[in-house]
C-alpha cells in the first residue's frame, strides 16, 4: 500500500525520506519532514523532465539531503554552487560521506575552486630563474613557497599564502588568459588540470557561486574554463547569486590592481634591464596617469561610494585622463609584444584587459550599468555594474538548462505581485520558463517564539532618542532571558553607541563584531549560554546558533539599503525611466528578504524557543509595514515588553 505522502513520480524519494524508510534507519533521532520528502519529489520531477525549478523551503527542511539525493539517486552528474563556505564545508565533510557511507559506497566527490587559487607551475619557473625581488620579505616568502611547491599534492595556494601576499599570489597563480592547456610542458602534471580531471570523473562537484558565474563567462568568451559538464546544477543560498552575478560580469579598474601589476612588471624586468628598459619607461608613463586619475577622484570623492558622474562632470579632467591612460597603455602592450620575452606575456595579457576595462569608463554608454566608484585607504577603484542580468542569466540557463535555484528566503508576499516575481527579476529569470515551489518551515514558530515591534509613539530610527531607548529595552530582555542574545544592527554608528552604553550595565560577557575575528567572536558566543553579540550586516545570514547560546534575537531597524548609495540610486534611475516604482519594486523586497534572514538566526531546531525584538515602530506607522509583518513567521507579535518577559519566565528552568 503506497504511503499518503507518495509521489507516483519519485517513489523512490518516499523510501528515503517517509517514516521508518531508509534515512530513519541510519539516521539517530531522525524526524520526518513532510517539507523535506515534498522538496526532495519536486527536485526528482525536475530532473527527469530537465526543466528549472526555482524552490523556496523554509528554515529546518533539510535542503541538502532533499536534494543531494535525487540526483544521486538518478545517476545524474551533479554541480551543487554555494554562497558561504560554511555550506560547502557542510556539504563535502558532513552530507556527501553520510550518503557514502550509507547509501552510495562508491560516489565520488570533490571540492573545486577557481583557476586563480591553484599554482601555475610554468610560471612558478619563470619567476624563479628571471626576476629579482627588492623586497627581503617578499623574498622570504618566494623561498618558502619554492619549498611548499616541491611537497604539495593539491597546489592549492591557501596552504602557504594569505591576502597579505598579493603580489606573490598574482604571479604565480593559474589563470585562463595565460594557460597554455596541451601546450605546456607541465599539463601532466598541472594542479589545475588534475582538479579538473577529478571534477570530470566525480558525481559531485562542489563549488561556490564566484567560481560558477566566473567559469560561465570564461564559457561564453570560449576561454579555458574549468568546471567540466554536468547534468545538473543546485544553485543552494540563491538569494545571493544575483549580487554575485553582478560583481563576476561587472568591469572594474582600480589603482591596488594597478599597483600590483605594476610589482610584478618590475620584478620581472630586473632580471631583463636592456630588453626591458622602453617598457619600464613606458610603465612609468603609465603610472604617472594613474597617480593623477587617483588624486582627481580621491580629492571629489568624499563619501566612500559615489556615482562615477557626480565625481567627474565639473570639467573634462576625467576622460583626458583616462584618454592618456589608455594611450599610454597601448605604447605599454607594443613594448612588452616587441620584448617576446615569454616571462611577459601573462602582464601582456593583464595590461590589455585594463586597457578594455579603461575604455569602457571613457564612455560610459551602456544603460544597463551604473558607473561608480568606490575610495578606500586613498586608492581608487572604478566599477561598472549591470543591473538587468536576463543576457548574462540566459546565457548560463543554455549551459545548464536543469538548474534548481533553492534558498530559505527568496519568495515574498505583497499582495502586488506573485512570490517569486522579485528574485527572478533580479536574477534575470522573467522570461525563462521556470517552475516555482514554495514549502514552508517545519518549526512549530506559534509555540517556538513571540515578536515584539513596538507601539506607535515609539522613536523612529531617525529620532534621537532611539538609541537610548533600544538600549533601555534591550537591558531589561538580556537581564530576563536565560541564554544568548544576539542584536543585528544596519548602523554601524548606533552599534559602536549601544555597545559601549550596554558593556557598563549588563552582567553578561558583551561581544562586539570587529574586535576579533568572526569566527573567533561567534564560537565565544555560541560556547557562553549567557553572553551577548552585537553584530552588523555579516551575521545577518549564514551563522547558525541552536540551543540555549540564542534566545533572544534584537533587530534594531528595518534593514534599507542606503538611498545614497549609488547601486541603489543607478537601479532608482533605470526603472523610473521605465515608469517603475523602484522603492515598491525592489527596496521593500529586499528589505523584506533581508529581515526574514536575519529573523532566521533565532529558531535553528525544533527545541529551540525565543523571543525576537524590532525596534522599527515603521513596521506599525508606515504603508510597507504590512508588508514586512505578513513576511515575518506565523508567531504571536506584542507591542509591550512586559508580554516578552511574560514567555521568557515561562521558559525558565
Known amino acids: 500500500?503506497?504511503?499518503?505522502?507518495?509521489?507516483?513520480?519519485?517513489?523512490?524519494?518516499?523510501?528515503?525520506?517517509?517514516?521508518?524508510?531508509?534515512?530513519?534507519?541510519?539516521?539517530?533521532?531522525?524526524?520526518?519532514?513532510?517539507?523535506?520528502?515534498?522538496?526532495?519529489?519536486?527536485?526528482?520531477?525536475?530532473?527527469?523532465?530537465?526543466?528549472?525549478?526555482?524552490?523556496?523551503?523554509?528554515?529546518?527542511?533539510?535542503?541538502?539531503?532533499?536534494?543531494?539525493?535525487?540526483?544521486?539517486?538518478?545517476?545524474?552528474?551533479?554541480?551543487?554552487?554555494?554562497?558561504?563556505?560554511?555550506?560547502?564545508?557542510?556539504?563535502?565533510?558532513?552530507?556527501?560521506?553520510?550518503?557514502?557511507?550509507?547509501?552510495?559506497?562508491?560516489?565520488?566527490?570533490?571540492?573545486?575552486?577557481?583557476?586563480?587559487?591553484?599554482?601555475?607551475?610554468?610560471?612558478?619557473?619563470?619567476?624563479?630563474?628571471?626576476?629579482?625581488?627588492?623586497?627581503?620579505?617578499?623574498?622570504?616568502?618566494?623561498?618558502?613557497?619554492?619549498?611548499?611547491?616541491?611537497?604539495?599534492?593539491?597546489?592549492?595556494?591557501?596552504?602557504?599564502?594569505?591576502?597579505?601576499?598579493?603580489?606573490?599570489?598574482?604571479?604565480?597563480?593559474?589563470?585562463?588568459?595565460?594557460?597554455?592547456?596541451?601546450?605546456?610542458?607541465?599539463?601532466?602534471?598541472?594542479?589545475?588540470?588534475?582538479?579538473?580531471?577529478?571534477?570530470?570523473?566525480?558525481?559531485?562537484?562542489?563549488?561556490?557561486?564566484?567560481?560558477?558565474?566566473?567559469?560561465?563567462?570564461?564559457?561564453?568568451?570560449?576561454?579555458?574554463?574549468?568546471?567540466?559538464?554536468?547534468?545538473?546544477?543546485?544553485?543552494?543560498?540563491?538569494?545571493?547569486?544575483?549580487?554575485?552575478?553582478?560583481?563576476?560580469?561587472?568591469?572594474?579598474?582600480?589603482?591596488?590592481?594597478?599597483?600590483?601589476?605594476?610589482?610584478?612588471?618590475?620584478?620581472?624586468?630586473a632580471a631583463f634591464?636592456?630588453?626591458?628598459?622602453?617598457?619600464?619607461?613606458?610603465?612609468?608613463?603609465?603610472?604617472?596617469?594613474?597617480?593623477?586619475?587617483?588624486?582627481?577622484?580621491?580629492?571629489?570623492?568624499?563619501?566612500?561610494?559615489?556615482?562615477?558622474?557626480?565625481?567627474?562632470?565639473?570639467?573634462?579632467?576625467?576622460?583626458?585622463?583616462?584618454r592618456q591612460a589608455i594611450a599610454g597603455y597601448e605604447s605599454l602592450i607594443n613594448r612588452l609584444e616587441i620584448a617576446e620575452l615569454d616571462i611577459l606575456k601573462p602582464l601582456e595579457d593583464l595590461a590589455t584587459r585594463d586597457k578594455e576595462n579603461l575604455a569602457f569608463f571613457a564612455t560610459e554608454r551602456d544603460d544597463n550599468y551604473v558607473y561608480w566608484v568606490e575610495v578606500s585607504e586613498r586608492q581608487f577603484t572604478l566599477h561598472a555594474t549591470p543591473i538587468d542580468l536576463s543576457n548574462f542569466m540566459t546565457k548560463t540557463l543554455e549551459i545548464y538548462p536543469c538548474s534548481i535555484f533553492t534558498s530559505a528566503t527568496m519568495a515574498i508576499n505583497t499582495g502586488e505581485s506573485t512570490e517569486f516575481d522579485f528574485f527572478l527579476r533580479s536574477a534575470g529569470m522573467k522570461n525563462a520558463k521556470t517552475k516555482t515551489m514554495r514549502l514552508g518551515s517545519p518549526y512549530r514558530y506559534d509555540e517556538q517564539m513571540i515578536i515584539l515591534v513596538p507601539p506607535p509613539g515609539f522613536p523612529e530610527p531617525s529620532d534621537e532618542n532611539f538609541v537610548e531607548k533600544i538600549i533601555e529595552i534591550s537591558e531589561r530582555i538580556i537581564a530576563t532571558v536565560p541564554g544568548g542574545t544576539l542584536f543585528l544592527f544596519t548602523n554601524y554608528k548606533n552599534m559602536k553607541t549601544f555597545a559601549e552604553a550596554i558593556k557598563n550595565t549588563v552582567s553578561v560577557p558583551v561581544y562586539v563584531q570587529g574586535t576579533e575575528p568572526r569566527q573567533t567572536i561567534l564560537e565565544k558566543f555560541k560556547e557562553n549560554r549567557r553572553s551577548v553579540l552585537i553584530a552588523t550586516r555579516t551575521f545577518w545570514e549564514g551563522i547558525d546558533v541552536p540551543g540555549d547560546s540564542l534566545q533572544a534575537l534584537l533587530i534594531e531597524k528595518l534593514p534599507f539599503e542606503p538611498p545614497d548609495d549609488p547601486l541603489v540610486m543607478g537601479e532608482s534611475n533605470f526603472y523610473k525611466k521605465r515608469g517603475e516604482n523602484y522603492f515598491r519594486r525592489f527596496s521593500i523586497p529586499r528589505a523584506i528578504l533581508s529581515l526574514r534572514q536575519g529573523v532566521g538566526r533565532l529558531i535553528r531546531s525544533s527545541r529551540d524557543r525565543g523571543i525576537v525584538a524590532i525596534f522599527d515602530v515603521r513596521l506599525r506607522t508606515k504603508f510597507y509595514g504590512r508588508y514586512f509583518l505578513n513576511n515575518l513567521p506565523g508567531c504571536q507579535i506584542v507591542d509591550r515588553i512586559e508580554e516578552l518577559e511574560k514567555y521568557l519566565g515561562k521558559e525558565q528552568p
Not at 119 to 128: N, S, V
Not at 281 to 301: T, W, Y
Request: aromatic share 10%; hydrophobic share 40%.
Open 273 to 322: 634591464p636592456e630588453e626591458t628598459a622602453e617598457i619600464i619607461k613606458c610603465l612609468a608613463q603609465v603610472e604617472l596617469v594613474i597617480s593623477e586619475v587617483s588624486r582627481f577622484i580621491i580629492d571629489r570623492s568624499g563619501k566612500h561610494r559615489r556615482f562615477l558622474l557626480d565625481v567627474i562632470s565639473k570639467d573634462n579632467t576625467f576622460h583626458r585622463l583616462i
Open 1 to 269: 500500500m503506497n504511503h499518503p505522502y507518495t509521489s507516483q513520480n519519485s517513489s523512490e524519494m518516499h523510501d528515503f525520506f517517509c517514516p521508518g524508510g531508509n534515512l530513519s534507519k541510519v539516521l539517530d533521532g531522525y524526524e520526518f519532514r513532510f517539507e523535506q520528502q515534498q522538496m526532495a519529489e519536486a527536485i526528482y520531477r525536475t530532473i527527469s523532465e530537465g526543466n528549472l525549478l526555482v524552490l523556496e523551503a523554509g528554515t529546518g527542511v533539510g535542503k541538502t539531503l532533499a536534494y543531494l539525493l535525487p540526483p544521486i539517486s538518478a545517476k545524474k552528474k551533479l554541480l551543487v554552487s554555494t554562497a558561504t563556505k560554511t555550506l560547502q564545508d557542510q556539504i563535502i565533510k558532513k552530507d556527501l560521506p553520510f550518503l557514502k557511507k550509507h547509501f552510495f559506497p562508491g560516489l565520488n566527490f570533490t571540492l573545486l575552486k577557481g583557476r586563480q587559487n591553484y599554482l601555475c607551475k610554468r610560471r612558478l619557473l619563470q619567476l624563479q630563474f628571471q626576476s629579482t625581488f627588492q623586497d627581503i620579505e617578499v623574498l622570504d616568502k618566494f623561498k618558502k613557497v619554492l619549498k611548499w611547491a616541491k611537497s604539495t599534492k593539491t597546489g592549492d595556494l591557501s596552504e602557504i599564502l594569505d591576502q597579505s601576499n598579493g603580489m606573490i599570489h598574482a604571479m604565480i597563480a593559474s589563470s585562463s588568459e595565460t594557460c597554455r592547456a596541451s601546450g605546456c610542458a607541465f599539463f601532466d602534471s598541472c594542479f589545475i588540470m588534475d582538479a579538473r580531471r577529478q571534477a570530470g570523473k566525480a558525481d559531485v562537484v562542489v563549488v561556490n557561486h564566484h567560481l560558477l558565474c566566473a567559469d560561465t563567462f570564461l564559457k561564453i568568451e570560449d576561454l579555458p574554463d574549468v568546471i567540466p559538464p554536468t547534468d545538473v546544477l543546485i544553485v543552494d543560498e540563491a538569494h545571493r547569486f544575483p549580487e554575485v552575478m553582478k560583481s563576476t560580469f561587472g568591469i572594474h579598474f582600480g589603482s591596488k590592481h594597478f599597483k600590483t601589476f605594476s610589482t610584478m612588471l618590475k620584478s620581472v624586468a
